[in-house]
């Protein structure tokens, strides 16, 4: 028995030290950034812009995979799988923290099978209509729901977005009735809208924005807790009457769980660095996106306080995945 411990620690010895080495050599070779979405989205460009900064800073280039379906989990699947040896990560948003309440049958266990890296960003919602929609501000919108029980619809990237979630969220609050009509991304609910078919979407502000400028669309709120300055004249929700209510969506660095302890650090300190640079932050702040580079720990905190804010939406407004 002397003989079995005497081996296993010597077992424990060599692995810690080969560990170390490991972590001391890296990056000696591409890293792998997996984006749980198609190319263009708000993950894609978070995924390309922090990892561009940071392979400036590491010395090897960041090749970013895109593996999009079933609500991100594909791809967010491709990392808990992936080998933990600091040449995988992978990009998540708010639907990370959805996924486990939506769909119980993951994959992988949200909170045991990755290694939460950093926050890299929050981004709040902007909620506009066709410029048809006899409501200007949230008191004539609000109203006009009331007047017309589940007559109005609003669109949204999907079941379960941050999108659909924040409008749910507003109905029970507010105590209306709106159809919602989900779609496979912003864009084509972004179309819908600008088009007339859709009364209403709440979504990042920068595509919407896009719309809104030229006046094909109008802009009603926003979900943040003062006014951003890619939407500089649209209010916020207490502005409009409608205190407390703040939400939006976020993205992070993930990685799979076991992944030395160094390199998370590294990752984490670099992502932190790189949302500092005045030409990136420049081009988060005209998109509506707030940099925001955290630690390790305090990513995992904020994924789980995220999880259980999201789960009573979802249990409340009897949300399923069709």
């Known amino acids: 028995m002397k003989c079995l411990f005497r081996a296993l620690g010597a077992f424990a010895i060599i692995a810690a030290s080969a560990g170390g080495a490991q972590a001391q050599g890296w990056p ?22 922090v990892s561009q900064k940071m392979s400036e800073a590491l010395g090897q280039p960041f090749v970013i995979e895109n593996k999009p379906g079933a609500n991100a989990v594909i791809g967010t699947d491709a990392v808990a799988k992936a080998a933990p040896d600091g040449y995988t990560f992978g990009t998540v948003i708010a639907a990370h923290s959805v996924n486990p309440t939506l769909n119980p049958k993951l994959p992988y266990d949200t909170m045991k099978d990755f290694t939460y890296v950093s926050l890299t960003s929050v981004a709040p919602l902007i909620l506009i209509a066709h410029p048809s929609l006899p409501a200007n501000n949230m008191k004539e919108l609000i109203a006009l ?25 507003l109905k029970s609050r507010e105590g209306i009735n709106l159809q919602h009509i989900p779609y496979k991304g912003t864009s084509g609910a972004l179309q819908d809208t600008v ?42 929700m207490a502005e409009e009457g409608v205190p407390d209510f703040v939400s939006g969506t976020w993205s992070g660095i993930i990685a799979p769980a076991g992944t030395p302890k160094e390199i998370v650090d590294r990752i984490a300190l670099e992502a932190k660095k790189a949302l500092t640079d005045p030409e990136l932050k ?13 630690t390790p720990d305090e990513y995992r905190a904020f994924v789980t306080e995220e999880i259980a804010r999201w789960k009573k939406v979802i249990t409340d407004a009897n949300i399923k995945v069709e």
């Open 28 to 49: 000696n070779r591409p890293i792998r950034m997996v984006v749980p979405y198609t190319p263009g989205g708000y993950t894609d460009l978070m995924a390309r812009l």
């Open 145 to 169: 729901a009331k007047s017309k029980p589940g007559q109005l619809n609003f669109a949204s990237s999907g079941i379960g977005s941050a999108a659909h979630l924040t409008m749910e969220m």
């Open 282 to 294: 420049k081009k988060l702040d005209d998109q509506g996106i707030v940099p925001v580079g955290s």
């Open 195 to 236: 088009g007339g078919q859709i009364n209403v979407m709440f979504d990042v502000i920068g595509p919407l924005m896009s719309q809104v400028t030229p006046g094909n669309a109008k802009a009603i709120v926003v979900t943040a807790k003062a006014r951003v300055p890619a939407a500089a004249n649209v209010p916020t």
